[in-house]
C-alpha cells in the first residue's frame, strides 16, 4: 500500500493525458467537448449527480447487502457460490480475512438502484456517447469492507470486444467517501492500448510485492453523490484497504451493435433489457425521485423492435437477466 500513498500526479505511461471534472448541478447531460475528453482519458468524473433523499435511499437500501455478504463470508475459509448469493470475495493479503467486495443484480434487490438506472444526466450522457441504442447490460456494487477493503488488481473490464464502434463504459456511483485510504487508482489514456500492452502492464503491475504497483498512476478521491465514468479497456485498480466503508454501484452500458455483432448477447436479451430501462424511465418519472426532471428521450432503433412502445404502467416481471441465460 507505501508504494500507491507515494504515487505520482500524472501518469507517464498515459502520456498525461488529464481526467476532466464535470458538475451535474449545472447541466443536464455532458458536452460535446466532456465527450472528446472523457474519449481521449477513458475516464471523467462527474459530481453532485446524485443527492439529497435519493442518496441517502441508495445508503440505505444497499447498507444490508454489505451486512449480508460479511456475515455469508463470516468465519469461512474459500468464497460463497457465486450462483447461490452473487457475492465475490477473496482473502485479504493483509488480515488473511475472507473478504466480499462484490454483489452482482442490485437492480433487482433495490427500489433505489432501479430508479437510479433511469437517472437523466446520466442517460442523457450515455446517449450521446452511445447513441440511440444503447443498452444497459450489468449491475453489480463493489465495496471495500470496513477495516479490511480487499485489493482489486489492476485490469480491464471483462474481455473488451476487438470490434467497438462505441465505447463500453461503467458508470460508477460512489455512495461513500473514497479517499487515498481506498479509493481507484486509474491510468488515463490507456483505454486506447492494444490487448498484449494492456496484459503486460497489468502483469507487471500485479506482481509486484504486496500486489499492487500505483507508480505514475493518479488516485480518483470521490465524494458521496459523484460518478465516475471509465471505459472498460482502461487500466485501474485499488490496493488493500484497512479503512472505512466504500460502496459503488456498477453500471454497464453497451450499444446494441456491440452486443449483437460480437455474438455476446442474444437479441431477446437487448430488447428485454432495453424494455426493462424504458419502465424504469417511466418509473422514475412517477416518483418523487424524479419531480421536476427532464427524463431522457430514450428510442432505440435496433432490431425488430423499431419505434415500439410499452402499454402505460407496464412493468417488467423480473429485473434480473442473467448473462448465462441469454448467451448465444
Known amino acids: 500500500m507505501e508504494s500507491a ?28 467537448a466532456q465527450a472528446q475528453a472523457y474519449h481521449r482519458a477513458g475516464l471523467l ?3 453532485n449527480v446524485v443527492r439529497g433523499d435519493e442518496l441517502a435511499a441508495l445508503q440505505r437500501e444497499t447498507l444490508p447487502m454489505v451486512e449480508n455478504a460479511l456475515q455469508v463470508c463470516a468465519g ?20 488473511g480475512k475472507l473478504t466480499p467486495f462484490r454483489q452482482e443484480y442490485v437492480v433487482q434487490k433495490s427500489a433505489a438502484c432501479r430508479l437510479l ?12 456517447l452511445q447513441g440511440s441504442d444503447f443498452t444497459a447490460t450489468w449491475d453489480s456494487m463493489v465495496f471495500k469492507s470496513p477495516g479490511h477493503g480487499a485489493i482489486i488488481p489492476w ?3 471483462g474481455n473488451p470486444p476487438d470490434f467497438q464502434p462505441t465505447p463500453v463504459f461503467n458508470v460508477d456511483f460512489y455512495l461513500d467517501v473514497a479517499d487515498q485510504t481506498n479509493c481507484v487508482w486509474g491510468l488515463p489514456g490507456t483505454n486506447h492500448w492494444t490487448p498484449d500492452q ?14 499492487f504497483d500505483a507508480t505514475g498512476a493518479i488516485p480518483i478521491p470521490m465524494n458521496p453523490g459523484d460518478v465516475l465514468l471509465h471505459d472498460v479497456k482502461t487500466l485501474h485498480g485499488s490496493p488493500w484497504a484497512q479503512s472505512k466503508l466504500r460502496r ?49 428521450a430514450y428510442a432505440p432503433q435496433a432490431g425488430e423492435w423499431n419505434q415500439w412502445t410499452l402499454p402505460t404502467g ?15
Open 5 to 32: 500513498m507515494n504515487a505520482p500526479a500524472l501518469s507517464a505511461l498515459a502520456g498525461s493525458v488529464d481526467i476532466v471534472e464535470v458538475d451535474a448541478s449545472r447541466q443536464d447531460q455532458i458536452t460535446e
Open 45 to 47: 468524473i462527474l459530481r
Open 76 to 95: 469461512q475459509d474459500e468464497a460463497p457460490p457465486w450462483d447461490v448469493h452473487g457475492i465475490l470475495a477473496m482473502k485479504h493479503g493483509e488480515t
Open 117 to 128: 438506472l433511469a437517472h437523466p444526466f446520466i442517460l442523457k450522457s450515455v446517449q450521446r
Open 155 to 157: 485490469h480491464r473490464d
Open 198 to 211: 494492456a496484459a503486460d502492464e497489468c502483469r507487471r503491475r500485479n506482481t509486484v510485492p504486496g500486489g
Open 248 to 296: 459503488v454501484l456498477y453500471y454497464e452500458f453497451r450499444a446494441a451493435d456491440v452486443i449483437l455483432q460480437n455474438k455476446l448477447r442474444t437479441t431477446a436479451y437487448v430488447k428485454r433489457k432495453q424494455m426493462m430501462l424504458k419502465s424504469l424511465i417511466a418509473q422514475r418519472a412517477a416518483s418523487p425521485v424524479g419531480r421536476g426532471e427532464t427524463p431522457c
Open 314 to 328: 407496464w412493468e417488467p416481471a423480473t429485473y434480473q437477466y442473467t448473462h448465462e441465460e441469454y448467451s448465444p
